[in-house]
Each structure stands twice: as structure tokens, then as C-alpha cells.
């Protein structure tokens, strides 16, 4: 009986011990909290990236800009450009620019597919030749 009444102490003391270890911790000090303000100050700084196609109608080599008539609002407007890439455009070439935060970061041609182009411009000639004629 001894034996029950010493096993029956030692648990509950082992068992009291268990449970104060799952206490929470005091609350955290401001300077504990420090790092979570400059984590979230991290996330706002996402940069914002948009593309924009359009038809270049001005190239201005002293300031570096060219204007762009956009498709999707057809509106113009004007972006700077490196002095590398403005050496390489012409009015009237179709471009597809990679804005981050607002500044040009790449500029792509777009090319047209000339296949498309030769297939329907090759159907024409047929029509025009055997107007009577169906395939």
C-alpha cells in the first residue's frame, strides 16, 4: 500500500511539473516586437509590374523618350528609355514594354508571323485567278 501511495506522489508531481511548463510566456516586450514591424514594412515594398503594347508614333532622342499610342486604352503616352534601346526603335514599330514601379525595364518587338500573312495574300491570287473553281 505504501508503494501505491509513493507511485500516486511522484506522478502527480511529475504531472504538476508537465502542466507549468505549458504556461504561455510573459508578454513580449516592444523590442521582441521590432522584427515583425520591419518584416511587414518588407511586403508593402512589392513592386508593381505592367505591361503595355502599343505603336511607337514619336521617338525624342535628346531627352531619351518615345511616345507609345497604347492598345488596350488607346491612349499616348510618353516613357523614358536607356540610350541603348531608343538607338534600336522607330515610329511605327509595335512594342510590348515591361514597366516595374512605372520605369521601362525591357522593350520587345513585337513580330508579326509573315506565314499568316503569305497564306491568306497566296488564297487571294487563287480567287483572283479561278474566281469558278472550288477545292
Known sequence: MKKTYILIAVLASFSAASF??????????????APKAQ???????????????????????????????????????????????????????EVKLKLVDGKVESIKEMVKHEMKHQKQEKKAEMKKENPGEKK
Open 20 to 33: 507549468a511548463q505549458n504556461t504561455p510566456a510573459p508578454a513580449a516586450t516592444p523590442a521582441a516586437n
Open 39 to 93: 518584416t511587414q514594412e518588407v511586403k508593402k515594398e512589392v513592386k508593381k509590374i505592367e505591361t503595355v503594347i502599343g505603336n511607337i508614333t514619336a521617338v525624342n532622342t535628346e531627352k531619351n523618350e518615345i511616345t507609345l499610342a497604347v492598345k488596350k486604352d488607346k491612349s499616348e503616352k510618353t516613357f523614358a528609355v536607356d540610350q541603348k534601346e531608343i538607338a534600336k526603335l522607330k515610329a511605327g514599330q
